[in-house]
């Protein structure tokens, strides 16, 4: 016979249950069934806030006609759907317990508390009901069943509300049940009785541990636990995206997930069927033709050293500590004897090896209790401050790691540091049980969903994720959303999950919790947003959200958004940017940058603030990280100007020059940004300070190629159409250059520790004579490379190959990604 158990998930209505009847008259046919349900979906909970409710002098009316509502309404469908079930036996069944109830609540009520014994009759109510269901779904398809009353079976002893089962003295009064097959057996689940016939519970979501204790006493073949998912996951499927099925887990990795909070079996169900050798299978009601999850003495052969990752929820920790601690015999155990004398179970310990401490966490709702009689037991040190005042922390959860391989497998625990590290999450305290299945962190709750995530992302997942927040969308952002559009699925193959979480300008804000779909209108969803662009607003939702691996994409050319980088990277978010603002801001504020991005872990990557998409930056701090020195730096360092130049030595004026040049998408926005010289300068800036040169823009001693203060004040369009009062002059520069053989060309060049950009005149031998329509240059002269210059070549503008270039920059913030 085998013992099948179905949770409220599976219970949820009369669809449900109908379908839980067949699964239960499949295995009736086969192997014989015993079945133990829980409650409807939602009716414990709904029965403990009664509880709580009534003990508060609450109006607890509405909700106990809502509950009333549920189970009638179940009982109404089960009515239509069937011929000849016994609605009104049912409707009788309910009324009597929710009259029942409803005397219980009303003395509540007048005590102002609710006693355990009588909750625990209470809470157990939804089972009783349900069961009585599936018997009456049962009789109406002509088959036989029996209800077996776990008061009448199940011996328990604890807590009213959280006791165990003595399962040898259970199995004895189970021996003169007919577990031959011939009819269905039904059970409620969470339910038992103590040794005075008290009704008692098996603690929240006990149902599980139920079906063992039944599995246990009637020698079931097989434990069938029936649930809302396919099986156990390596972690929580509705946390953790990509979780993954396990095949088998043994009885002791399975009982570890599950201790550390892996709700899909409760910690206690894995001791009576372990003991019994009886094989656990996890099934999914509303998928019964997948294999499940199977628990027993055989490890999986497919996932081999780490199979897990659980969050076990309001946690509370305690510090006892003092200058007496040290040397005190027995000051351990005197604390865990209080907390056993009292039942409160304690989920982690961990003692500092000078003795001067432990600290140890306990369920949240035992906090109070606890430091209550831990303060009473320890009066007389408190007093004489041979203990400092117990510290209690709330607000925890404990993130463990699981697997029967750890033991054999070194370096786990550095990854499972550096995973909680690199999600930027804080160890409160840290345990490794030392059977080494387990290594757990205590960590404050909110932050545990980012640290389950980050681990089971280098656990578990080959995928990496980029969580990528635009602000800018003008050219190359535009362009920049245009390659992710077109490249987001060969680097899903690759398995990099790339995904746009945020758009902004310098107005609005658009933001989607999965991600924009960038084949979609997003500009005109930007349009209409209603939010603005915040750093608070948006490291709040980044935190909600749980994302491990944010990336702020800085599109504009705004000194604003450039000021908040530091800021940014300490709200954990990764900065890449082919904005030159926060480079060439004060040298403070570019060692900040440095200094936060070393500090934070984080990613600031300016590749494209030189050269656009050339590889520039990169090479040239691998090169002086490699002990390199620059001598000398010369170079074309502006498309725009590349481009104007070349025009002016076809004989182009000045202004046609500008202006084809703007028309093709080479100049800044403004091209006076281009011409003061003010862009090439910030360049030679960027370059002079990664070889290690203080300098300030101020220092940098710039030719403009525009006369002093040229139409400063107009408009863009007013200076574009007052251009050419210059093309005379700069055709005069050009006709000179021109009888001496040579080529006009804009030049940065680094030399003796100073910066200076200048028109100059070069013969056509010289190397940047050739460089022009759009095309950089930089020859860098250095202790490895001389005499002949190390030199970079390539289109340096445009947003097409600035984009790419600020793309690889974005895929260069994966941590241990190799591409
Ligand atoms: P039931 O009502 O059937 O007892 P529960 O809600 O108690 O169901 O347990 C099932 C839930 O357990 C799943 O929906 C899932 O969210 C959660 N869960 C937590 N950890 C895991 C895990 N490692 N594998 C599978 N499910 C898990
Ligand atoms: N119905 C009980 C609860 O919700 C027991 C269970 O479902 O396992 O806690
Ligand atoms: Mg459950």
């Known amino acids: 016979m085998k013992v099948m158990k179905f949770g409220g998930s599976s219970l949820a209505d009369a669809t449900r249950y109908l379908r839980v009847t067949d699964i239960t008259l499949d295995c009736h046919n086969s192997d014989g069934a015993a079945v133990v349900l829980s409650a409807p979906k939602g009716v414990t909970n709904a029965l403990s806030l009664l509880c709580e409710q009534a003990a508060n002098q609450t109006d607890y009316f509405e909700l106990l ?272 004897e209080v907390m056993s004398n009292a039942s409160i179970s304690i989920t982690l310990i961990t003692q500092s090896s000078s003795e001067y401490s432990i600290s140890f966490c306990i369920h949240s709702k035992d906090a109070e209790r606890a430091l209550a009689l831990l303060e009473d037991a320890f009066a007389l040190e408190l007093s004489n401050q041979l203990l400092d005042p117990i510290e209690v922390r709330h607000n925890l959860s404990i993130v463990t790691l699981v697997g029967d391989g750890m033991k054999r497998t070194k370096g786990l625990a550095a990854k499972f540091f550096n995973s909680i590290s690199q999600a930027r999450v804080n160890n409160v305290a840290i345990a490794q049980g030392s059977s080494e299945r387990s290594i757990s962190t205590v960590v404050e709750a909110d932050k545990a969903k980012k640290a389950v995530r980050a681990i089971h992302q280098n656990f578990f997942s080959e995928r990496h994720t980029i969580d990528v927040f635009l602000v800018g969308c003008g050219n190359v952002g535009k362009e920049l959303l245009d390659q992710f559009a077109r490249q987001q699925k060969a680097l899903l193959e690759k398995h990099i999950q790339l995904r746009v979480y945020g758009i902004a300008n310098s107005k609005k804000l658009l933001l989607n919790n999965e991600g924009i779909d960038l084949s979609t209108d997003w500009y005109s969803a930007l349009a209409a947003s209603q939010e603005s662009f915040s750093i608070e607003l948006l490291q709040n939702w980044v935190d909600e959200q749980c994302l491990v691996n944010p990336v702020i994409v800085d599109c504009t050319s705004s000194e604003a958004v450039a000021s908040l980088y530091v800021d940014l990277m300490n709200a954990g978010f990764h900065v890449v940017t082919p904005n030159k603002k926060a480079n060439t801001g004060s040298l403070t504020y570019y060692e900040a940058l440095k200094n936060t991005a070393l500090q934070t872990k984080r990613q600031y990557l300016y590749e494209t603030t030189v050269g656009a998409g050339l590889p520039v930056i990169d090479n040239l701090q691998k090169l002086f990280s490699a002990g390199d020195e620059l001598h000398r730096f010369e170079g074309i360092l502006s498309g725009s100007l590349s481009y104007v130049f070349g025009k002016l030595e076809d004989g182009m004026s000045l202004s046609e020059a500008t202006a084809t040049a703007k028309e093709n998408g080479f100049t800044e926005p403004d091209p006076r940004d281009d011409l003061s010289g003010t862009d090439v300068a910030r360049k030679l800036l960027i370059l002079a300070r990664e070889a290690g040169i203080s300098l300030e823009l101020s220092d940098i001693d710039i030719e403009s190629v525009l006369p002093e203060g040229f139409a400063g004040n107009d408009d863009i369009e007013s200076f574009m159409a007052r251009l050419h009062e210059c093309d005379h002059a700069f055709a005069e520069k050009v006709e000179a250059a021109k009888q001496a053989g040579k080529v006009l060309r804009y030049i940065g060049k680094i030399e003796h520790g100073s910066c200076k950009v200048s028109i100059e005149a070069v013969l056509p031998d010289h190397p940047l004579a050739v460089i022009r329509d759009g095309e950089n240059a930089l020859a860098i002269h250095s202790d490895y490379y001389q005499p002949k210059p190390y030199v970079i070549r390539g289109y340096g503008a445009g947003g097409t190959v600035t984009a790419a270039g600020v793309f690889a920059d974005i895929l260069r913030t994966m941590p241990w990604k190799q591409i």
């Open 65 to 336: 006609e809502k509950l009333r509502m549920t189970l009638k309404g179940i009982n109404d469908e089960l009515d239509q759907a069937l011929t000849g079930y016994e609605h009104a036996a049912l409707v009788a069944l309910i009324d009597e317990r929710l009259a029942w109830l409803s005397r219980q609540l009303e003395g509540f009520t007048l005590l102002g508390c609710a006693p355990d014994a009588i909750s625990a009759a209470i809470l157990s109510i939804g089972e009783y009901v349900s069961v009585n269901f599936l018997h009456h779904i049962l009789s109406a398809k002509g088959v036989d069943s029996t209800i077996l009353d776990p008061v009448e079976y199940v011996l328990a002893e604890g807590d009213y509300l959280d006791s165990i089962a003595d399962v040898a003295l259970s199995k004895a009064r189970f021996s003169d049940v007919d577990a031959s097959g011939s009819q269905v057996l039904i059970m409620p689940g969470f339910v038992a009785a103590n040794e005075q016939g008290e009704k008692v519970t098996l603690g929240r979501n006990g149902s599980d541990y139920s079906a063992a204790i039944l599995a246990a006493c009637i020698d079931a073949t097989c434990c069938e636990i029936w649930t809302d998912v396919d099986g156990v996951y390596n972690a929580d499927p509705n946390q953790v995206e990509g979780a993954v099925l396990m095949d088998k887990l043994t009885y002791q990795e399975a009982m570890e997930l599950s201790y550390f909070g892996a709700k899909v079996l409760h910690p206690k169900t894995i001791g009576p069927i372990a003991q019994h050798h009886i094989p656990c299978l996890i099934k999914n009601t509303l998928n019964p033709a997948a294999p499940g999850t199977l628990i027993s003495n055989e490890a999986s052969t497919k996932w081999t050293n780490v199979k897990g990752i659980s969050q076990l929820e309001n946690v509370a920790m305690f510090n006892v500590a003092g200058p007496g601690m040290k040397g005190m015999v027995g000051m351990a155990s005197r604390v865990f």
